[in-house]
């Protein structure tokens, strides 16, 4: 089951940093090494764990496991963050399968799903019949947010009807825990609701607090662990002293390892909200430019328009004037011909020449 980690290309020379183990009591459960040895080695453990953690409800309790050989578990580059993979029995001798992850990356929902199709179709050969096939449950217990939407710490996933909830398609569920500053009492209480009750709930919490809090910094058990059998047994197999020096240098690896590949996830989305904020810049500065030119011919357009409105109004008037005027001279020019007066005459009250009263007359 163990698998070796590769990292990017440009950390394969790095070397790996040991962590000062001298004074510490406690390694973190959550690493390979540790949660193979809890989980891996001791069935009773894993039982307790499961059906603490697992919506299971009470009548499908988890009585008896089966540790799955690997050749029964799809073989991909992915495999490297399956911890333990076994097959339970219920109450009723119901099977079904779990996967058991820790470690989230950039193509968690993708690993997860593919993992659990695929030991979905290995139970079965060609030819078997269908019903066979037992349930997969993938539980993924992450050390980081991935959905930063929701205060919840619990997530469970399975393929239901959009319209109507209630309608389930059997066959993958998907339990994803947050082990991170969001996980509480609280937030499991209000993300499970009635799924655990009782003494169940607080034994949910309870595993869930020790996977997340045990760790090097730890220098006692609390108290309402230390009274749980279970979990006083997983901590005593978290103990430093309980491994050896070559598997103590395994543990360092692994979280150096660990380490890396997070500084270079941060690192390249780091790189990429930088080039986001540049790309978003010009965007928008083209984006404004375009609306800006819009806009400015629009109000061009309307204060032209009230512009030439009032400039044509008042030409209008000053040219209406003009050919009022010329009307009213006409009519007088007419007006004196006819009562006999003399062209000097009406020149003179018109302003007209001689010539300009003689084409009026002669129209």
Partial sequence: M???????????????????????????????????????????????????????????????????PSELMPETPTKKYTIVDVRCKDNYKRQFIIEMQVFWNSDFYNRIVFNAGKAYVKQIDKGDDYHLLQPVYTLALVTENFDRKTKKCYH??????????????????????ELTDKFCSKTIASSIGKKKVGDMRKL??????????????????????????????????????????????????????????????????????????????????????E???????????????????AIGMEKGEVIGMEKGRAEEKKEIVISSYKAGLSLETISTITGLTTEEIMKIIKK
């Avoid at 997983?234 to 390892?257: D, F, G, V, W």
């Avoid at 800006?292 to 409105?309: L, Q, R, T, V």
């Fill in 2 to 68: 163990k698998s070796k980690i590769k990292t990017k290309k440009n950390t394969e020379n790095k070397s790996v940093k040991n962590i000062d183990l001298s004074n510490v009591r406690y390694l973190d459960p959550k690493v390979d090494l540790t949660f193979r040895r809890i989980f891996g080695e001791h069935p009773d453990l894993l039982i307790d764990f499961l059906n603490a953690v697992m919506p299971l409800p009470p009548d499908r309790l988890i009585v008896s496991v089966e540790y799955l």
């Fill in 156 to 177: 469970h996933y399975q393929i239901v009807n959009r319209q109507n909830t209630k309608e389930v398609i059997p066959g993958l569920e998907f339990i994803l825990v």
């Fill in 204 to 289: 949910m919490v309870l595993w869930l607090r020790f996977l997340k809090e045990t760790n090097e910094q730890m220098t006692d058990l609390p108290s309402k662990m230390k009274k749980n059998e279970k979990i006083s047994k997983a901590a005593e197999l978290c103990e430093r002293a309980a491994y050896t020096p070559e598997e103590l240098q395994k543990y360092n690896a692994y979280k150096e390892h660990i380490r890396i590949e997070k500084a270079l996830r941060d690192g390249t989305r780091r790189d990429a909200l930088a080039e986001g904020e540049v790309i978003g810049i010009k965007k928008g500065e083209a984006i404004g430019i």
């Fill in 291 to 309: 609306k800006g030119e819009a806009i400015g011919m629009e109000k061009g357009e309307a204060i032209g328009m009230e512009k030439g409105e």
